[in-house]
């Protein structure tokens, strides 16, 4: 690894962005590919700060380094040998269908098809499935019904290309942040109307020219009284659905009977439903983006065919300009569904109900265990593992402890499950904790192959950095078991080419069409190459001298008989309504700035920075005895946990939403999957994580505090915690009812008390080296907090910082609040907006008004929030 730039993926978002990476003075430094099609060298916050997050694991204590069995280290030898005796054990005892695998979407191609290889074809189990049943399985069931094959027929320019550009459940100016850029450009450059289809207004919202606020689960009845619109208004194109399409009758009248109350079902204006059915049949060049608010629904795959039918009935499909768009969450979604994770697939497109297929696949591989039929999908999968169908659970790169729906069943499931083997990059996830046997594998910048993201592009991760300590790439990890298990053979693999070879040839194998993916342009693709390998778009069959930018455009889909398919699809309600005991409607999903179970962005202080706490975002009307800033419980009818409130009109009355970010790493019991039921489309199997009936309840702690530390204390008494990382130390914003007892063994703390108004400050010393620092009071502290991180970079305190150190502030007496820059968009500081509040300003709407601060993308509202609540005691002091 001589080169001092390496061209790599990013391994977060579906977007699939290109990074350089180049040696500078202080080490590896990340920039946006601008020779990338996907990015053209842009990047996004998450990307930006790859190396914070890379920086902070070498800092040491994160990154699992060792593998261990029964929770002793163990060598690696050691480690094969047990997980290779456990499964065989198992399979002996029990049948090899009491052994499972639950994957990801952030492994890599070749990882992937490797796990796929190993469970179905060798051990003989059918129940391999993965996180993007969570996440893209209703896209998958929906683009099989419509177009014969899951194929996404469109490509990014198509946002550039377009007229007009709907959004439907996508948050894209957080989630997919690089195509909110270059749809903003296109917007800019070109006039690109946007129409945004959300409950909530989100930072997406500032793109949109129209945005439509719906009442969650009624995507359908919107799509459908959309085509009954097309439809009476002639802009159905009736030569190209005589030649190309089938269904349109049925469709049609399916949707007639839903469009006339679509209004009222979608709770949306007239005139606004009016202006964009209008839009709609007006522009031919129309993309529709989609996203989770579609998928992660009881009635997600219907919601999918309700898109594609639009696009389908008026010739927009895998056209410059005009298409269905699905885009994919993790790095490797697309890839996943290419090499057969789900357990409804089989490899390479091929169907595990299909014998042909399976005979197929059982040549190809010479797999005599492989038996088709299809395995259990991830909900049902944990509900199998709990009742003690399956012995031995095998989970790769995903935290399902968190991330699944009831969390509190998937945790009773991995601690009764005789073998649990997690394979991870770091030490410590809620899903670790469950394991008996702990795999370190190795992360991006240390492993290599391919990712596909959303519009069908195979790009290379490259390594540019040595496996930390034992760490190993999970392909090898897995072929390792397989040599144990005695499938040599099978599993000769060298470098990841090799297995990337094998997976081309298989896509290309006595494939006649019949399957849209096929890449066999890379069947006998040398190692070199494959260093080589520049991004390109699936399908790439052997005689192709390029990839595909398009699928479809030609009017010829995957079904036998070349027709796309309009499907009849009702609107139906999501499975649970809100009642007296849960009169709340709760949605989740992302923020900005964090990753998922935060096990790699929860590392960065600055991508900590923007929400460091997990907010409860209420409707005024509902916020009742709920103050904003302050603290509530929030309740389901399977789990209850605590967040800090936001009342803000983003959100419909009746509705409130919180981030699935948070977890019991990182908050005491925050995992918000603890709430949300298993509930899933029939189709799909996909859970509704988006529509929870709670609620929520103030909770007013007798004191909050900040503790700053080098290393955590035990806090598993208090009801409140939070943990944010901060440069050289950890914060943690703290509640409770019974005063805390902090221990840092061997040292004592200097205090400060003030019993008048409930305050206790402590400062923990070694010599002259701060350790700890913690504030706590009946009001939440009001402490210059970045000047106390910037403390514990410094091996000793000086006398004058000592001085102070208990009254929170600075020598030279700043305020109460740091300095810096708030609202990026007016450049408006902290300190105008502390200013404003205490000077009256009584809400974000009102900062906005004096400062412009949050007037432009929005993004920084709930930071204009945390001010007022800061600067609210003040003025009442
Ligand atoms: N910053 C960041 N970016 C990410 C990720 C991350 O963790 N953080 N994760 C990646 C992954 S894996 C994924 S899958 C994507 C997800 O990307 P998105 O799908 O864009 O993100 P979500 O926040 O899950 O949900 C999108 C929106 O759906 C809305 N919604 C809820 N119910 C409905 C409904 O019934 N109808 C409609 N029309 N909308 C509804 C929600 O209000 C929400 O704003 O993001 C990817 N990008
Ligand atoms: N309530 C609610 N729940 C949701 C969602 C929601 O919107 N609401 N969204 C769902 C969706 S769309 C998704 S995609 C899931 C995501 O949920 P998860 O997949 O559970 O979340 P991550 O935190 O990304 O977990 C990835 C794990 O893999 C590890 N890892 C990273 N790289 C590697 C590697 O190369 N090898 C190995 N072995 N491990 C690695 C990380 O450290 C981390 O522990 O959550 C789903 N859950
Ligand atoms: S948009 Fe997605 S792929 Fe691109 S830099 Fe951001 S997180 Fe990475
Ligand atoms: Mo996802």
């Given at each position: 690894m001589a080169e001092d730039t390496v061209k790599t993926t990013c391994p977060y978002c579906g977007v699939g962005c290109g990074l350089i990476l180049s040696r500078g003075r202080e080490g590896w430094e990340v920039g946006g590919d601008p020779d990338h099609p996907a990015n053209k060298g842009r990047l996004c916050s998450k990307g930006a700060a790859l190396m914070d997050t890379v920086r902070a694991e070498d800092a040491g204590g994160i990154r699992l380094l060792?593998?261990?069995?029964?929770?002793?280290?163990?060598?690696?030898?050691?480690?094969?040998?047990?997980?290779?005796?456990?499964?065989?054990?198992?399979?002996?005892?029990?049948?090899?269908?009491?052994?499972?695998?639950?994957?990801?979407?952030?492994?890599?191609?070749?990882?992937?098809?490797?796990?796929?290889?190993?469970?179905?074809?060798?051990?003989?189990?059918?129940?391999?499935?993965?996180?993007?049943?969570?996440?893209?399985?209703?896209?998958?069931?929906?683009?099989?019904?419509?177009?014969?094959?899951?194929?996404?027929?469109?490509?990014?320019?198509?946002?550039?290309?377009?007229?007009?550009?709907?959004?439907?459940?996508?948050?894209?100016?957080?989630?997919?942040?690089?195509?909110?850029?270059?749809?903003?450009?296109?917007?800019?450059?070109?006039?690109?109307?946007?129409?945004?289809?959300?409950?909530?207004?989100?930072?997406?919202?500032?793109?949109?020219?129209?945005?439509?606020?719906?009442?969650?689960?009624?995507?359908?009845?919107?799509?459908?009284?959309?085509?009954?619109?097309?439809?009476?208004?002639?802009?159905?194109?009736?030569?190209?659905?005589?030649r190309h399409v089938?269904?349109?009758?049925?469709?049609?009248?399916?949707?007639?009977?839903?469009?006339?109350?679509?209004?009222?079902?979608?709770?949306?204006?007239?005139a606004d439903l009016a202006r964009f059915y209008q839009w709609v049949a007006a522009t031919p060049r129309t993309v529709s983006v989609f996203s989770q608010g579609v998928n992660q629904s009881s009635r997600g795959t219907d919601k999918v065919n309700a898109i594609l039918n639009v696009h389908l009935a008026t010739g927009r499909v895998g056209k410059p300009g005009a298409s269905p768009?699905?885009?994919?969450?993790?790095?490797?979604?697309?890839?996943?569904?290419?090499?057969?994770?789900?357990?409804?697939?089989?490899?390479?497109?091929?169907?595990?109900?299909?014998?042909?297929?399976?005979?197929?696949?059982?040549?190809?591989?010479?797999?005599?265990?492989?038996?088709?039929?299809?395995?259990?999908?991830?909900?049902?999968?944990?509900?199998?593992?709990?009742?003690?169908?399956?012995?031995?659970?095998?989970?790769?790169?995903?935290?399902?402890?968190?991330?699944?729906?009831?969390?509190?069943?998937?945790?009773?499931?991995?601690?009764?499950?005789?073998?649990?083997?997690?394979?991870?990059?770091?030490?410590?996830?809620?899903?670790?904790?469950?394991?008996?046997?702990?795999?370190?594998?190795?992360?991006?910048?240390?492993?290599?192959?391919?990712?596909?993201n959303?519009?069908?592009?195979?790009?290379?991760?490259?390594?540019?950095?040595?496996?930390?300590?034992?760490?190993?790439?999970?392909?090898?990890?897995?072929?390792?078991?397989?040599?144990?298990?005695g499938h040599g053979a099978a599993f000769p693999y060298k470098r990841p080419a090799d297995i990337f070879r094998e997976h081309a040839a298989l896509s290309a194998f006595e494939n006649?069409?019949?399957?849209?993916?096929?890449?066999?342009?890379?069947?006998?693709?040398?190692?070199?190459?494959?260093?080589?390998?520049?991004?390109?778009?699936?399908?790439?069959?052997?005689?192709?001298?390029?990839?595909?930018?398009?699928?479809?455009?030609?009017?010829?889909?995957?079904?036998?008989?070349?027709r796309g398919r309009m499907i009849a699809v009702r609107h139906a309600a999501p499975m649970e309504r809100a009642s007296l005991r849960y009169p709340l409607i709760l949605n989740t999903g992302r923020y900005r700035?964090?990753?998922?179970?935060?096990?790699?962005?929860?590392?960065?202080?600055?991508?900590?920075?923007?929400?460091?706490?997990?907010?409860?975002?209420?409707?005024?009307?509902?916020?009742?005895?709920?103050?904003?800033?302050?603290?509530?419980?929030?309740?389901?009818?399977?789990?209850?946990?605590?967040?800090?409130?936001a009342v803000t009109e983003a959100q419909r009355p009746g509705e409130v939403f919180?981030?699935?970010?948070?977890?019991d790493t990182t908050a005491a019991a925050g995992a918000v999957g603890r709430l949300v039921a298993g509930h899933v489309d029939a189709l799909s199997g996909q859970p509704e994580s988006k529509h929870v009936p709670v609620r929520v309840e103030p909770w007013a702690p007798a004191w909050e505090g900040l503790l700053l530390c080098r290393a955590a204390p035990d806090l598993s008494a208090l009801p409140y915690w939070v943990r944010q990382a901060a440069g050289e130390c950890l914060a943690f914003d703290l509640a409770g009812d019974v005063a805390p007892d902090l221990d840092f063994p061997g040292l004592t703390p200097l205090e400060f008390t003030d019993p008048r108004h409930g305050v206790v400050r402590r400062a923990w010393m070694d010599g002259d080296r701060l350790e700890a620092v913690l504030f706590t009071g009946a009001d939440r502290p009001q402490v210059a907090r970045s000047w106390l991180v910037e403390l514990f970079a410094a091996e000793t305190l000086s006398a004058a910082d000592r001085a102070v150190l208990l009254a929170g502030r600075a020598p030279d007496g700043s305020g109460a609040e740091d300095g810096g820059m708030v609202c990026s968009c007016h450049a408006v500081s902290r300190e105008a907006i502390t200013v404003a509040a205490e000077d009256g300003a009584a809400s974000a709407e009102d900062i906005g008004r004096r400062t412009r601060a949050g007037t432009g993308c929005g993004s920084c509202v709930p930071e204009i929030k945390d001010i007022l609540r800061r600067a609210k005691p003040a003025v009442a002091a």
């Open positions: 060792h593998p261990e069995v029964d929770g002793r280290r163990a060598s690696w030898d050691e480690a094969v040998a047990a997980t290779a005796a456990r499964l065989r054990e198992t399979v002996e005892a029990h049948g090899p269908d009491a052994v499972a695998f639950y994957v990801s979407g952030q492994l890599l191609t070749e990882d992937y098809y490797v796990a796929n290889k190993l469970l179905k074809g060798f051990i003989g189990s059918p129940h391999i499935d993965t996180n993007s049943r969570l996440c893209m399985a209703s896209t998958v069931a929906g683009h099989k019904r419509a177009f014969g094959a899951d194929a996404v027929p469109g490509t990014y320019e198509d946002l550039e290309l377009a007229d007009l550009v709907v959004l439907v459940g996508s948050n894209l100016a957080w989630c997919h942040p690089v195509l909110a850029q270059r749809l903003r450009a296109a917007r800019r450059d070109r006039g690109t109307k946007v129409v945004v289809i959300d409950p909530r207004e989100t930072a997406t919202r500032d793109l949109a020219d129209l945005h439509l606020k719906i009442t969650p689960g009624s995507d359908v009845a919107l799509f459908n009284g959309l085509l009954a619109h097309l439809a009476r208004t002639g802009a159905v194109d009736g030569e190209y659905v005589a089938s269904g349109l009758d049925t469709a049609l009248e399916a949707a007639e009977a839903d469009a006339a109350a679509v209004a009222e079902t979608c709770g949306v204006d007239g768009f699905s885009v994919t969450g993790q790095p490797n979604a697309m890839g996943g569904r290419e090499v057969g994770g789900l357990a409804n697939q089989l490899a390479a497109h091929m169907n595990p109900d299909d014998p042909h297929d399976v005979d197929r696949l059982r040549r190809f591989w010479k797999a005599p265990a492989l038996t088709g039929g299809q395995g259990l999908k991830a909900v049902d999968l944990f509900r199998a593992v709990r009742d003690g169908r399956i012995k031995a659970l095998w989970i790769m790169a995903t935290n399902p402890a968190v991330s699944l729906p009831e969390a509190g069943l998937v945790r009773a499931a991995l601690e009764a499950c005789p073998t649990v083997i997690v394979s991870d990059v770091v030490a410590d996830t809620d899903t670790m904790r469950h394991a008996h046997i702990r795999l370190p594998a190795a992360g991006w910048g240390e492993k290599d192959g391919t990712v596909t959303s519009e069908r592009r195979i790009s290379r991760q490259r390594a540019f950095r040595p496996l930390p300590g034992e760490a190993r790439p999970d392909w090898r990890i897995m072929s390792d078991v397989a040599r144990a298990l006649d069409g019949a399957r849209a993916f096929d890449i066999g342009a890379f069947a006998a693709i040398k190692p070199k190459a494959f260093d080589a390998l520049a991004p390109v778009q699936w399908p790439a069959p052997m005689d192709a001298a390029r990839g595909t930018e398009r699928m479809y455009g030609d009017g010829r889909f995957t079904h036998s008989n070349g700035d964090q990753w998922h179970t935060m096990t790699r962005t929860g590392l960065s202080p600055r991508l900590s920075a923007h929400r460091p706490e997990p907010l409860v975002e209420v409707h005024p009307d509902d916020a009742g005895a709920l103050i904003d800033g302050g603290l509530a419980r929030v309740t389901s009818g399977l789990g209850s946990l605590l967040a800090r409130v919180l981030p699935m970010h948070w977890s």
